[in-house]
């Protein structure tokens, strides 16, 4: 059984600071990892997505890697701004047998300060 | 092109009632999946219908059943409502295989 875990739960950061968020998954036998920012109430907005066979993604300020042998992901946000600040959420698809199956992390809460 | 909607947006049931919530895919999608997100968590995944039939389940009791129509929307009903069952309900869309795009889900009280 896939299990997700993110860490930090929840980070306050400056505004303009980079960081990074941590994704780990168990079963390394994953079609691929997305990350998605979640507003207080709202669904989900997909962010980037990377396949098995990659190793990266990247997406203006924001770049996810994937290395499947060590089950980790990570998003790296470079120049953080106040307009991040959301609940951002890992999830990793099973292979065909589990079909379009996800499986969450419990998501870490980002807050940019002025 | 309207993505996935969802209905209601909130709702307040009690104890022991019955609900359905409803989900409209995105144009040209032909596959939905449900998830329940409790406060703090992250969504749990229910199950998701492809030509109107249930697919895939997760760890769910029976009292969570669903329903897809032809033309690709769903449902999503919960008989013998517990207080546990508060949550916001998300429903997502896809091609089959494809990556899922979420609605803004339902938000469900129970009192």
């Known amino acids: 059984k896939q299990e997700v875990t993110q860490i930090p739960a929840a980070l306050s950061v400056p505004e303009g600071e980079n960081l990074v968020l941590n994704c780990s998954f168990t079963d390394s036998a994953i079609y691929n990892l997305q990350w998605f920012r979640q507003d207080p109430g709202k669904g989900l907005t997909s962010l980037l997505l990377i396949q098995s066979s990659q190793r990266e993604q990247t997406s203006g300020r924001l770049n996810a890697s994937l290395d499947k042998s060590s089950g980790r992901s990570t998003l790296y946000i470079a120049a953080s701004q106040p307009g991040d600040s959301a609940t951002y959420l890992c999830a990793a698809r099973g292979l065909s047998g589990t079909a379009s199956k996800l499986t969450f992390g419990t998501g870490t809460r980002l807050q940019v300060t002025l | 092109d309207a993505g996935v909607t969802q209905s209601p947006t909130h709702l307040i049931k009690t104890r022991g009632q019955q609900v359905t919530l409803r989900c409209s895919p995105k144009?040209?999608?032909?596959?939905v999946s449900w998830y329940q997100q409790a406060l703090g968590q992250g969504p749990q995944f229910i199950f998701q219908y492809y030509e109107e039939e249930e697919r895939q389940r997760g760890n769910f009791p029976d009292r969570f059943s669903g329903h897809q129509y032809p033309n690709y929307s769903s449902e999503l009903n919960v008989n013998a409502l517990l207080l546990g069952d508060s949550a916001l309900y998300l429903c997502?869309?896809?091609?089959?295989?494809?990556?899922?795009?979420f609605g803004d889900g339902t938000r469900l009280s129970i009192l």
């Open positions: 997502a869309s896809s091609l089959w295989g494809q990556p899922q795009h």
């Open positions: 144009s040209g999608h032909d596959t």
